[in-house]
T-cell receptor
Framework: GAGVSQSPSNKVTEKGKDVELRCDPI?????LYWYRQSLGQGLEFLIY????????KSGLPSDRFSAERTGGSVSTLTIQRTQQEDSAVYLC????????????????FGPGTRLLVL | QKEVEQDPGPLSVPEGAIVSLNCTYS??????FMWYRQYSRKGPELLMY????GNKEDGRFTAQVDKSSKYISLFIRDSQPSDSATYLC????????????FGKGTTLSVSS
C-alpha cells in the first residue's frame, strides 16, 4: 500500500511569505505527527493529531506555525511570515494507534518537504 | 544539557567492520528506545526498538539498553555499503510526555 506522502518535495520562498505544507498519512492511521529536521539539530517534534481530540501543539516554536487535520486524514502545516531560520526539512509521520496506547508504536515517515527561505 | 545526546559523526568504516553507535540520555522516565535509519533525502524508518534494559538482536543488528547508565547502543556486524545512512536514536516513556525524543543522528559511511 501507499506510504505517507508529502507535498511539495521542495519549496523555496522569500522571507515574509506564507507557506503551506501538505501531508497525506497512511489510510487508517489515526495518529499524525509533524517534525522539523534542521541541519545538525535532529528531529524536533512540532504537533500531534489523534482522531478528533484536540491536537498537542506543545512543540510549535511560535504562533507563526499552525496546523490542521481535515476529516481525520490529510494535514496541512502553515508557516506564516516565514523567516530564514524556518529553513529545514519538515517531516510528517503517521501511526496506527494513539500515542498514549503504545508510545513505541511504529511511526511511518514521509519523505519530507525541504523548505528554503531566502 | 539536551535530553538525548548522540555523536553526529561522520563515521567512516570499511565494508565488513563492526559499527557501534551510541546515545546517552538524562531522563530516567524513558522506557522505550528506538533506532531509526534515514537514507539521504528520505524519511526515517524504524530499525529496532527495545523496552527497558537488555539486548535485542535482529540479523546483523543488535540494540543494547543500559538504563542504569542511561546509555543505549546499536551494533552493526559485517557492515555493508547499503548500511550507509544516518542513524537516529529515539526514546519515549509514559512519564516522559510520550513524545518521541530524537538524538541528532550519526551519519555512517561504509566503503566497499
Amino acid at each position: 500500500g501507499a506510504g505517507v506522502s508529502q507535498s511539495p518535495s521542495n519549496k523555496v520562498t522569500e522571507k515574509g511569505k506564507d507557506v503551506e505544507l501538505r501531508c497525506d498519512p497512511i489510510s487508517g492511521h489515526t495518529a499524525l505527527y509533524w517534525y522539523r529536521q534542521s541541519l545538525g539539530q535532529g528531529l524536533e517534534f512540532l504537533i500531534y493529531f489523534q482522531g478528533n481530540s484536540a491536537p498537542d501543539k506543545s512543540g510549535l516554536p511560535s504562533d507563526r506555525f499552525s496546523a490542521e487535520r481535515t476529516g481525520g486524514s490529510v494535514s496541512t502545516l502553515t508557516i506564516q511570515r516565514t523567516q530564514q531560520e524556518d529553513s529545514a526539512v519538515y517531516l510528517c509521520a503517521s501511526s496506527l494507534v494513539p500515542r498514549l496506547a503504545a508510545p513505541q508504536e511504529t511511526q511511518y515517515f514521509g519523505p519530507g518537504t525541504r523548505l528554503l527561505v531566502l | 544539557q539536551k535530553e538525548v545526546e548522540q555523536d553526529p559523526g561522520p563515521l567512516s568504516v570499511p565494508e565488513g567492520a563492526i559499527v557501534s553507535l551510541n546515545c546517552t540520555y538524562s531522563n530516567s522516565a524513558f522506557q522505550y528506545f528506538m533506532w531509526y535509519r534515514q537514507y539521504s533525502r528520505k524519511g526515517p524508518e524504524l530499525l529496532m526498538y527495545t523496552y527497558s534494559s537488555g539486548n535485542k538482536e535482529d540479523g546483523r543488528f543488535t540494540a543494547q539498553v543500559d538504563k542504569s547508565s542511561k546509555y543505549i547502543s546499536l551494533f552493526i556486524r559485517d557492515s555493508q555499503p547499503s548500511d550507509s545512512a544516518t542513524y537516529l536514536c529515539a526514546m519515549s516513556g509514559w512519564q516522559a510526555g510520550t513524545a518521541l525524543i530524537f538524538g541528532k543522528g550519526t551519519t555512517l559511511s561504509v566503503s566497499s
